[in-house]
């Protein structure tokens, strides 16, 4: 990314975050045991009028690296707080995962601000879980008080991307994550591929041994879908269930999804 470029779109993103034209889309988690919603996980999309659409992977990091990472946090935070109540008040009971900076856990007061706007939107914090990719977990040994403070409040911590990182079985041992979720590289093999199955299944079992549960991604067919229930697996997400949609099709894909697991012949 040119200088230039990036500048461009730094102004574009601090103007769509101080104009409220970020927004939110939710991607459902299914339990491999039941095949009920358990927890949509938040995503923060930027369609911009000159950049078109956007990615997290470029304008977190510009977030980032410009000292906007804690206002986009905040903003994410109070949307799908606010969202969850609106589900709530209709019925659908749901956790929240949310994704975070490793940026941000360097304030000491973090877990205090989350903790807060629970409080303020009445989100139990025992819905909450919040994910940090492995490739971040790399510091985080050094900010064992702060997410052991998060855990102390009921907030559940996931590990995401799980296998394609550094130091990972030191991370799982020192750091109170609470989740794994598997990377989809090996979840999308595995059904064809022997040494990511062997990966997978290795994953959800060492979990398990040590107390976390697993998640599995980016599934997409059949095939993934059935084999890591085969395997024990105990969360999925990917678009073979939903990919993440708006808001108001949540209802709609709940429907949906209770007469699809039913066809698939999986769980109780």
């Known amino acids: 990314m040119t200088e230039i470029l ?29 095949g009920k919603l358990v927890r949509v996980e938040a995503l923060v999309r930027w369609d911009d009028e000159k950049f078109g659409a956007v990615p997290p992977s470029r304008f977190v990091p510009l977030a980032e690296r410009h000292g906007l990472i804690d206002p986009l946090t905040r903003w994410g935070l ?21 994704n975070i900076s490793a940026m941000s ?20 914090s025992d819905h909450l879980v919040l994910e940090l990719t492995e490739g971040q977990t790399q510091p985080l040994t050094n900010l064992m008080d702060t997410l052991t403070r998060f855990r102390i409040k009921g907030i559940g911590l996931a590990i995401d991307d799980f ?3 550094y130091s990972t079985l030191m991370q799982l041992r020192q750091l109170p994550f609470t989740e794994v979720k598997i990377d989809r590289f090996f ?47 105990d969360v999925v997400q990917g678009y073979r269930i939903a990919r993440p949609l708006p808001p108001e099709e949540l209802p709609e894909w709940i429907d949906w999804w209770a007469n699809d697991w039913k066809s698939l012949g999986l769980g109780d």
């Not at 993103?13 to 045991?33: C, H, M, T």
């Not at 799908?80 to 209709?90: I, K, S």
Request: charged share 25%; net charge negative.
């Open 6 to 34: 990036e500048l461009g779109l730094l102004d574009g993103f601090e103007r769509a975050l101080a104009g409220d034209r970020l927004r939110l889309v939710y991607q459902p988690k299914v339990s491999l045991k039941t």
């Open 78 to 98: 109070d949307t799908a707080f606010a969202q969850w109540r609106r589900w709530c008040d209709a019925g659908i009971d749901t956790g929240l995962a949310f």
């Open 105 to 124: 856990l360097e304030a000491l007061d973090f877990p205090d601000l989350v903790s807060a706007k629970c409080e303020q939107h009445g989100v139990p």
């Open 163 to 165: 296998g394609t990182g």
């Open 187 to 233: 979840v999308t093999d595995a059904p064809d591929h022997r040494d990511s199955a062997a990966m997978v299944r290795a994953i959800i079992g060492l979990a398990h041994e040590i107390g976390l549960s697993a998640t599995a991604e980016g599934v997409e067919t059949d095939a993934q879908l059935k084999l890591v229930a085969a395997m024990n697996c």
